[in-house]
C-alpha cells in the first residue's frame, strides 16, 4: 500500500514564503512524475507544478517565477518552494504522484496567506 504525506503548510503573511514537502511510502520500486495541486473554497482543483521522473518543471501561470517544485528520487520526496506568497494563494495544498500507473493523493495542508 502506498502513501503519501505532506507537511509544511501554515500561516504567513504575503511577500511570505512556505516550502511544501511529500513523502511516499509503501511498496515503491519507481515513481512516475510527481505534482502538486490545490484547492481553494468553491473552486475545482487545479495543478500548481509538475515534475518528471528526470526532474523537468512545469508550472501553473498563477505561480511561475514565485514557485520552485523540486524531488528527492532516492527518498520518494517531492518539495514545493512557495516565496512571494499572494492571499490568492490560499488554499489545501495536495501532493499527487504516478506509481505504476495509478495516481496516489496525499491529505492536503493548509496554506493560508494573509494579506
Known amino acids: 500500500q502506498v502513501q503519501l504525506v505532506e507537511s509544511g503548510g501554515g500561516l504567513v503573511q504575503a511577500g511570505g514564503s512556505l516550502r511544501l514537502s511529500c513523502v511516499a511510502s509503501g511498496e515503491i520500486s519507481h515513481i512516475g512524475d510527481m505534482k502538486w495541486f490545490r484547492q481553494a473554497p468553491g473552486i475545482q482543483r487545479g495543478v500548481v507544478a509538475t515534475?518528471?521522473?528526470?526532474?523537468?518543471?512545469t508550472y501553473a501561470d498563477s505561480v511561475k517565477g514565485r514557485f520552485t517544485i523540486s524531488r528527492d528520487n532516492a527518498k520518494n520526496t517531492v518539495h514545493l518552494q512557495m516565496n512571494s506568497l499572494k492571499p490568492e494563494d490560499t488554499a489545501v495544498y495536495y501532493c499527487?504522484?504516478?506509481?505504476?500507473?495509478?495516481?496516489?493523493w496525499g491529505q492536503g495542508t493548509q496554506v493560508t496567506v494573509s494579506s
Open positions: 499527487n504522484a504516478n506509481i505504476r500507473d495509478s495516481a496516489y
Open positions: 515534475i518528471t521522473s528526470a526532474g523537468d518543471p
